[in-house]
């Protein structure tokens, strides 16, 4: 007699579907969404607008910079600003995390709402980074390499763990059955 095959193992599911999902991003991504549409430049937009929103609410007088379709750069009066490059506008961080919640088992009405949820939150977030090394690059210009490079990534992949931890246990693992 024959075994049956066994279906695979969670974790392995999870890997592998994980993996596909950011291949096939990855090729449509670079060969396709960066290169032929404007995706990164209204995601940058975005990012410069919610900045200045956060600066002037926090009484700063911000300088306008570039072209007023696509802005990518955002500072405060009396610097030159910072940029916002393609690799720090979020995007990819928006996929991870998306594929993270379809590739982790959980109701697809749940995911439905998670994950924009999740990528309003993630660019929130990195708005608020951009803000605060604007205003570190007009306060302190020398912090701004060590606080970009180390201590915004860590907190800014810390919230997306978070949003992971909260999906993984709120959303992904069965519930125990109430007996009466």
């Known amino acids: 007699m024959e075994p049956k095959p ?3 193992q969670p974790a392995v599911r999870f890997v592998v579907l994980l993996a596909s999902l950011f291949i096939g991003w990855y090729f449509l991504y670079e ?3 960066h290169p032929k549409t ?3 430049k209204y995601v940058a937009h975005s ?3 919610l900045a200045e929103f956060q600066l002037r ?6 300088a306008e910079f570039g072209d007023p379709v696509f802005r990518n750069q955002v500072g405060i009066e009396g610097s030159v600003g910072i940029v916002i490059g393609a690799p720090c506008d979020g995007i990819v961080l928006f996929a991870l995390f998306t594929f993270f919640i ?3 088992p959980g109701a697809w009405k749940h995911k439905l709402w998670f994950i924009p949820a999740g990528i309003a ?4 977030i990195n708005s608020l980074r951009v803000a ?3 205003w570190l690059f007009w306060y302190k210009p020398e912090w701004l390499d060590f606080n970009h490079d180390y201590t915004f990534t860590i907190l800014v992949y810390a919230f997306v763990f978070c949003l992971w931890y909260v999906w993984v246990r709120k959303f992904s693992l069965p519930r125990k059955k109430i007996r009466e």
Do not use: R, W
Not at 57 to 62: E, P, S, W
Not at 121 to 124: F, R, V, Y
């Open 31 to 33: 060969f396709y969404l």
């Open 57 to 62: 609410t926090l009484g700063f007088d911000v």
């Open 47 to 49: 990012l410069v607008s």
């Open 102 to 104: 379809v590739a982790f």
């Open 121 to 124: 939150a993630l660019h929130i």
């Open 38 to 40: 404007n995706l990164d």
């Open 132 to 134: 605060t090394l604007a």
């Open 6 to 8: 066994s279906a695979p």
